[in-house]
């Protein structure tokens, strides 16, 4: 049997223009595509769908497919930012860093903050030598800083906008369950199932790029995806 045209292009049941149509902005250097929940941003060692496959689908009128600017985790939704061809992520490289480019995620958590906003400053290191991706509060490790504002409260659930100052592997997660408010889902610092539902509950919901010193930062939003809506919707979320 011959392979679709949708897994050649590494996105099961998306067709080139529903591809396209996660496309939230597009200047002459970069993307913003709004990632779906579950797959992975590059091909695994295994091969598979993964979101690079796709690239080839947003060339736009370029010779060439775009390239990776920044990460996003397999489980995590929302924003990912792409260069348009392969000068366009060295050029934004100066402000696709921490304390230049500003990112909000949106989670909901089990449990939650006593207080209405607030500060995580927790060093991360690896877990151990098997796991060299996971990581664990680690008072030698790197230093890892996220602040958080709660949007809204709900039955034993809080929705909480996320805004890591670093950018270490799975900070917010750790960050997160760390603090005794573990993100739904979350099948490795929290208690979501290893396999099955419910899907991790974080979404990169804003981004925000500055282009130059003369002008305001370019800021990107992406929809709640369907598996959030009815934990945010639990806690206040009016759905917009």
């Not at 947003?58 to 348009?84: D, I, N, S």
């Amino acid at each position: 049997m011959s392979e679709s045209h949708n897994e050649r292009a590494g996105l099961p049941g998306l067709t080139a223009e529903q591809i396209q149509a996660r496309v939230l902005y597009r200047d002459g250097l970069m993307l913003v595509i709004d990632k779906p929940a579950g797959l992975p941003v590059h091909r695994g060692p295994k091969g598979g769908a993964n979101l690079e496959a796709s690239f080839d689908a947003l060339r736009f009128g370029l010779p060439r497919p775009p390239v990776l600017a920044h990460r996003l985790a397999r489980a995590t939704t929302g924003c990912r930012v792409v260069g348009r061809h392969r000068q366009a992520p060295a050029g934004r490289g100066r402000v696709l860093k921490p304390g230049r480019i500003s990112k909000i995620y949106w989670a909901a958590v089990e449990g939650g903050p006593a207080e209405d906003e607030g500060t995580v400053d927790m060093p991360l290191g690896r877990l151990n030598d098997e796991r060299g991706w996971w990581q664990k509060p680690d008072p030698d490790g790197q230093t890892a800083v996220t602040t958080w504002k709660v949007m809204g409260r709900g039955d034993g659930l809080t929705w909480l906008a996320l805004e890591p100052v670093t950018g270490r592997t799975h900070q917010l997660r750790v960050h997160s369950a760390a603090m005794g408010w573990p993100i739904v889902g979350d099948n490795i610092y929290g208690n979501g199932p290893r396999f099955g539902q419910p899907t991790l509950h974080l979404h990169a919901r804003e981004i925000a790029i500055p282009i130059s010193k003369n002008k305001q930062p370019v800021r990107v939003t992406a929809p709640a995806p369907a598996h959030l809506h009815e934990r945010l919707r639990a806690c206040g979320w009016n759905g917009e």
